[in-house]
């Protein structure tokens, strides 16, 4: 018997905002960007800036989007998300 039933036509409605998940995700944005303001815009540059945001869009995305929902069915999509 397996543990998780798995319905691919399903998987889009899979979204899920947990407030566990977003809030500490909006809040580490909010606070990098209090640390530029407070540092100076131009002390850090765009590249690295670009790239915090990204990875934290990246990382709320894989945890609130289908694929979420995806890798706790099948092991190929967990690994996706790594």
């Known amino acids: ?3 998780h ?3 691919p036509n ?3 409605s899979q979204w899920n905002f947990d407030p566990w998940e977003t809030f ?3 809040i580490a944005l909010g606070l990098y960007g209090v ?3 407070a540092t100076g815009i131009r002390a850090v540059s765009r590249a690295r800036v670009a790239s915090f945001v990204t990875g ?3 990382a709320l995305g894989v945890n609130v989007s289908p694929i979420h929902s ?3 069915g099948t092991f190929s999509v967990h ?3 790594h």
Do not use: D, K, S, T
């Open 35 to 37: 640390g530029l303001y």
């Open 1 to 3: 018997m397996l543990a």
């Open 24 to 26: 500490p995700a909006l």
């Open 70 to 72: 995806a890798a706790e």
């Open 5 to 7: 039933v798995f319905n």
């Open 56 to 58: 934290v869009f990246l």
């Open 79 to 81: 690994m996706i998300q």
């Open 10 to 12: 399903a998987i889009w």
